[in-house]
């Protein structure tokens, strides 16, 4: 959040609890019953602070709506106890004033109904983030059916042929260069399916924990890709499961882009102890963010959502002096 962007908010929090400090003021008063026309100005006090403070709201999403629905129903109490203390402090109160309740009660409604469109903000954030993982998933099984299809069926339909050649044919020669062939092909199937394997869950994840698989993550990216590929992670200590999984599969992502969408010749993968937490940071010297910034195709808010579901910080950015960079700060509880 930048600067022009916190100081509302500082605003927002700090007549909020001046309006809390004058409405419990007014609440006092109006229990004690002998204070009317304090009791009067401490509510208008109070209501004044709090929609000074709605004015300020800049939280986004559902928290936006929350927030402005408590300070809408703060300010219909606020200005419930200046009228009782306006009807108090009334030698002969006029039923007239009883028409001030009219605002109260509309206060009142539009917190209601903020806090409806709150709900329906959640149910909508929900939607998206669920719509968002089907949609992820649906992408990688398209890219699975599409490489099996594309390499593995297409080399194990040649291999089926040498081989039945092989089998019908009258020279030996043949049928064993035949046969070797069909070896070969299996033998890089063998190799493909085993890095399909461990792209979907890597075997040194569950056995060896985060370290080792970030470092076999680098070995494949420089076995496969011809990447410059090196992985720091020294004094990286085992994580929950479920954090490890994430940490993993942001790194892989990172990697991923860092291949596909970077053109990148280096990539440099760091992850150990920062202060009480966990820092991981992927840096690659390749073209560094788009102009228009990341899309749905970079995989960014998969990233962001495992983040989320640590309660980690991640940042995307450009890489000095160029590049992209990666940086991933896991909180303690995370760990």
Not at 27 to 38: A, C, D, N, Q
Not at 290 to 319: I, Q, S, Y
């Amino acid at each position: 959040m930048s600067r022009g962007e916190r100081v509302p908010e500082v605003a927002a929090t700090t007549l909020a609890v001046a309006g809390a400090a004058l409405l419990v003021a007014g609440i006092v008063l109006e229990l004690g019953g002998i204070y009317p026309r304090e009791e009067l100005w401490a509510g208008v006090s109070a209501g004044a602070a709090f929609l000074l403070a709605l004015a300020c709201v800049r939280t986004d999403g559902p928290h936006r709506f929350a927030a402005r629905a408590r300070l809408l129903a703060a300010a219909g109490i606020s200005a419930l106890i200046a009228v009782a203390g306006l009807w108090q402090g009334s030698v002969r109160p006029a039923p007239q004033l009883l028409l001030l309740l009219i605002p109260v009660a509309l206060l009142f409604a539009t917190s209601g109904l903020t806090l409806r469109e709150a709900a329906l903000e959640r149910r909508r954030a929900r939607l998206s983030a669920t719509r968002s993982r089907l949609d992820g998933a649906e992408a990688e099984r398209r890219r699975w059916a599409r490489e099996l299809h594309d390499d593995t069926l297409q080399e194990l339909a040649a291999a089926h042929v040498l081989l039945g050649a092989a089998a019908t044919g009258p020279d030996p020669a043949a049928r064993a260069a035949g046969i070797a062939d069909a070896r070969e092909i299996v033998g890089r199937q063998i190799q493909s399916l085993r890095r399909m394997v461990a792209q979907m869950r890597p075997l040194a994840l569950d056995a060896l924990g985060l370290a080792a698989a970030l470092e076999d993550l680098a070995r494949h990216a420089r076995d496969r890709d011809g990447l410059d590929v090196e992985a720091s992670v020294d004094g990286l200590p085992r994580l929950a499961a479920a954090a490890e999984t994430a940490v993993y599969r942001i790194v892989q992502e990172a990697l991923t882009n860092a291949v596909r969408h970077a053109g990148a010749g280096r990539v440099r993968i760091e992850a150990g102890p920062h202060g009480r937490g966990i820092r991981v940071v992927v840096r690659d010297d390749g073209a560094g963010p788009p102009p228009d910034g990341f899309t749905a195709g970079h995989g960014l808010h998969g990233m962001r959502e495992r983040a989320e579901l640590l309660g980690a910080a991640l940042a995307v950015g450009a890489a000095d002096p160029r590049g992209t960079e990666v940086r991933l700060d896991l909180p303690p509880q995370a760990m």
